[in-house]
C-alpha cells in the first residue's frame, strides 16, 4: 500500500497574522519564505522548505480553539536534542510565553505553550530509538531529567 512519507505542514486561521508571524519568529525562531497577497505567511523552522507552517488570516473577530470541538488539539515541533528544549524553555519563559506545562512521556520531554490565538503547541525532544524502553506501552518509564523538578507533568 502507498503511504504517505511524512507530513508536510500545517494551516492555522489566526486573528493578527502579524502579530503571529512575529510571535512564531520571536518564540520559535521560524522565519517567513513567503507571503500571499490576501492574507497567507508562510514559514519554516528549516533551510530548504518551502513551509512546515502557513498563517492564514481571519480576521479580528474570530472565535477561537474550543476544547469540546472537534479538530486540532496540538501540534508538535521536534527539537534536536534535550539541551535544545531546555534553551527553548528558558527563552520561552523569558519571553513571558502562555506555558501550560511539562510533559514527561518516557521516550520523550515536550513543553506546551499557546500561541497568541490560543493554539496549543509542544515543542519536544525525542530519545534516538536504540533507547527506548522494551515494554508494549512506548510511552511507559521516566525521562532522565527534568527541565524543572516542580513542574507538573500534563
Do not use: Q
Given at each position: 500500500m502507498v503511504k504517505p512519507r511524512q507530513l508536510g505542514h500545517l494551516v492555522l486561521?489566526?486573528?493578527?497574522?502579524?502579530?503571529?508571524?512575529?510571535?512564531?519568529?520571536?518564540?520559535?525562531?521560524?522565519?517567513?519564505?513567503?507571503?500571499r497577497p490576501g492574507g497567507m505567511t508562510f514559514m519554516s523552522a528549516k533551510e530548504g522548505s518551502s513551509h512546515e507552517l502557513a498563517l492564514m488570516s481571519v480576521g479580528p473577530d474570530a472565535p477561537g480553539p474550543e476544547e469540546t470541538r472537534v479538530g486540532l488539539y496540538h501540534f508538535a515541533w521536534e527539537m534536536d536534542s534535550f539541551e535544545d528544549l531546555k534553551e527553548l524553555y528558558?527563552?520561552?519563559?523569558?519571553?513571558?510565553?502562555?506555558?501550560?506545562?511539562?510533559?514527561?512521556?518516557?521516550?520523550?520531554?515536550?513543553?506546551?505553550?499557546?500561541?497568541?490565538?490560543?493554539?496549543?503547541?509542544?515543542?519536544?525532544?525525542?530519545?534516538?530509538?536504540?533507547?527506548?524502553?522494551?515494554?508494549?506501552?512506548?510511552?511507559?518509564?521516566?525521562?532522565?531529567?527534568?527541565?524543572?523538578?516542580?513542574?507538573?507533568?500534563?
Open positions: 486561521r489566526v486573528r493578527d497574522l502579524e502579530a503571529s508571524e512575529k510571535w512564531y519568529s520571536e518564540v520559535l525562531g521560524l522565519h517567513t519564505t513567503t507571503k528558558e527563552h520561552m519563559k523569558a519571553k513571558d510565553v502562555n506555558i501550560g506545562g511539562i510533559g514527561d512521556h518516557g521516550i520523550s520531554m515536550g513543553v506546551y505553550l499557546f500561541d497568541p490565538d490560543g493554539n496549543e503547541i509542544e515543542v519536544y525532544y525525542e530519545m534516538p530509538k536504540e533507547e527506548w524502553p522494551d515494554s508494549e506501552y512506548l510511552f511507559a518509564g521516566e525521562y532522565p531529567e527534568k527541565l524543572e523538578a516542580e513542574e507538573v507533568a500534563v
